[in-house]
Every structure is written in C-alpha cells, then in structure tokens.
Nanobody
Framework: VQLQAYGGGLVQAGGFLRLSCAAS????????AGWFRQAPGKEREFVAA????????FYTDSVKGRFTISRDNAKNTVWLQMNSLKSDDTAVYYC????????????????WGQGTQVTVSS
C-alpha cells in the first residue's frame, strides 16, 4: 500500500483545513488508518485513527471536538477535517495504515505516506 498525503498549508488561527490521504493498492480497505503529526523538535504524536470499515474513530484529547477523521474505501481515501485550528496544531502531518490493532502507536503502523505541512499563524 502506498499513501500520499496532501492538503496542508498556511492558515490563520481559528481557520480550517482538510487533509487527504490517497492510497493505492486494493487492500487498503482492509486496514485501519491514522493521522500523526510532528512539530519541530518534538516526537511524532498520534492525532486520529479510524477503523477499516469507518465505524470507529479515535482522537487524541487535544483535537477532540475540532478534528474529524473519515474515509471512503471506494475512493481509497482518508480525510482529516481540521477546524478551529490553533498555533499548537502547526506540524508536519502524516497518514498511516495498518496499525495491527494499536491505533495510537506509530511504531505499529506498517505503511506511511509523506508528510504535509500545516502551519497555523496566530
């Protein structure tokens, strides 16, 4: 499975962005998927994850109520809708797939896309 993340950019605090993660490979629909982010000088951290069928979603506390993860397996795509953005959300965002059951542990994900930069200006 190959993943490509896009949709990042520069936005003012309080604004919104929608990240997309396009997957190639027929088996993508079999895997849970997640979004992680990494700010300069910090470790990569879990943001959100979604089960393979899309019925279960998980979020880190700092984005609950602001971010929404969704997917369309027919389109091989996972999205991260980010609203009410804050300067603390500034980071490179990565999409990943196939965590083997542990959604918030980056070490468990088998497939990764390249990052897309999100910059929130205050």
């Amino acid at each position: 499975v190959q993943l490509q993340a896009y949709g990042g950019g520069l936005v003012q605090a309080g604004g919104f962005l929608r990240l997309s993660c396009a997957a190639s490979g027929r088996t993508f629909s079999n895997y849970a998927a997640g979004w992680f982010r990494q700010a300069p000088g910090k470790e990569r951290e879990f943001v959100a994850a979604i089960s393979w069928i899309g019925t279960d979603t998980f979020y880190t506390d700092s984005v609950k109520g602001r971010f929404t993860i969704s997917r369309d397996n027919a389109k091989n795509t996972v999205w991260l809708q980010m609203n009410s953005l804050k300067s603390d959300d500034t980071a490179v965002y990565y999409c990943a797939a196939d965590p083997g059951g542990t959604y918030d542990d980056a070490r468990r994900y088998r497939y990764w896309g390249q990052g897309t930069q999100v910059t929130v200006s205050s």
